[in-house]
Every structure is written in C-alpha cells, then in structure tokens.
C-alpha cells in the first residue's frame, strides 16, 4: 500500500521529477565520449578491450536517449505513459542486473545506479498507478 499524501506529492511534482531524473539519466552521455576514464571514476572497472569499449558506447547513448525523453516527457504529458513505461523496464532492468552482480566488484560499483534507478523506477511508478 501507498502513502496518498507521497501519491500527491509525486503528480504534483512530476515534471521537476522527469526533468531532474532525466538529466541525471542523461548525464550517462559522458561514458560515450571517455568510456574507460568514465567507467573507472564512476564503477571502478574499465572496457577491456575494443568491443567493451564499442558496446560500452552503446549504452551509454541508449541510456542517454531514456533520458532525453523523460525530460521531454515533463512538458508534455501526452508522452509520459510509454515513456515512462519505457523507463520503469530499462531501469528496473538495470536493478536487477546490479543486483544479481552484487558479489563481484562490478555490482559493488554501482550500488549508487542501483539506488538512484530503484528510486526513480519507484516514483515512475506512482505517478502511473497512483
């Protein structure tokens, strides 16, 4: 069961909510351009070789993407289901993938991923069902 009063203060919020968390989630950007540098300041482990780096590029722009539309998605409410949608299974996906990664040191390095994409999943969540 859910608070009414979180509810409220989530539709309420909801467009400072997807512009925040989608400059966050945007902010991924920065692993397209460096991806070694980046990955190591932010999870501790570099691409190992070409390919990492290649698929490490992919992501990071993918990832970029989600955001872009969730910003898009606080000024235009029409948008905000499917994206939403969207960004509740690339995010939750993403949770899961830490968590079943949490005995190694890749899933340690991104407990902060973990933490802010279960928390945006969540308030996703309850502006959709709430």
């Not at 991924?28 to 698929?55: S, Y």
Request: proline share 4%; aromatic share 6%.
């Amino acid at each position: 069961m859910h608070s009414p009063v979180l509810v409220d203060a989530v539709q309420t919020n909801i467009e400072m909510i997807l512009y925040v968390t989608g400059a966050i989630t945007a902010g991924v950007a920065l692993v397209a351009v460096a991806p070694a540098a980046v990955l190591q300041m932010l999870v501790g482990v570099q691409p190992g070789d070409h390919v990492g780096i290649f698929f490490a590029r992919h992501w990071a722009i993918v990832v970029t993407i989600v955001g872009v539309l969730l910003m898009a998605a606080a000024s235009q409410a029409n948008l905000r289901e499917p994206i939403l949608i969207a960004a509740c299974v690339s995010k939750g996906a993403f949770v899961l993938m830490i968590l079943a990664n949490l005995s190694n040191g890749l899933g340690k390095g991104l407990v902060p991923a973990l933490l802010f994409d279960a928390v945006c999943v969540i308030l996703y969540l309850l502006y959709l069902f709430g």
